[in-house]
């Protein structure tokens, strides 16, 4: 997926993974992140979600990365938050409190930007990868997220009988397992079929969409 396949989407006003409420599964397998107030979470490809705002609330520490400049501001003025901006290396770093977003390529991170790193929040990230560079970005995350931190990742599994492969990508259980076999543990918490609720999906002709949330361990 190229970098202008996604600033475009922005720009069109293309985003409808965008939600207006806090992911239900965020919401009930927090804890098991055993995070404290102050440690800090990473949101890639974060878009403007507002469970950044949820999780900021519970009293955590928010690191975003996200490619849209504009995705950036919005989650900044729609949400009423004043932000102050700097250049680091080539990100533009974007700061309101305990919440900072780096507008920028995700495989550009490194590894320093993210030492306080304790948890990972991946929801609409990973799937929304082709294959190739859904392998790459767990290697990556892999290499700059400390050791130890844990992740709560979302996925969806799904057959299409029409409309594009993606994003978001089929991601089936045996795909998980695979891309994150090299990671210490990993293990499903809960799946369930969200199809009566994603009119989107029965419109592509899909007869479920498995959602999964996963407990991963760095
Ligand atoms: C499907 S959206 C999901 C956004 C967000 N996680 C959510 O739940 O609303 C994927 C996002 O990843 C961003 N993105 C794609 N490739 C990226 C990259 N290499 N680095 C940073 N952000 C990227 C896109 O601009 C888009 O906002």
Redesign the pocket.
Known sequence: ?K?EF??E??QNNQTG???DFTHPLLMEYINKLNLEKGDSIF???????I?MLWLNQLGFHVVG????QL?VEQFFVENDLSFTKHQEAEFSVYQYENITIYQ????ALSKQQLQHIKAVYD???LI??PNDLAAKYVDKMQEIVPQNAKELLITLEFVKKLGPLG??FTTPDDKVVKLFSSYKSIKLLQEVDIISREGKFKELGCDYVYERVYLIKF
Do not use: I
């Not at 949101?43 to 979600?49: A, E, M, Q, R």
């Not at 990365?65 to 849209?68: A, D, P």
């Open positions: 997926m970098k996604w600033l989407k922005w993974f965008h939600k949101v890639p490809l974060c878009g403007k979600t469970d990365v996200e490619l849209s995705a920028g390529d995700f495989f929801r609409a990230a929304a990868l994003p978001p």
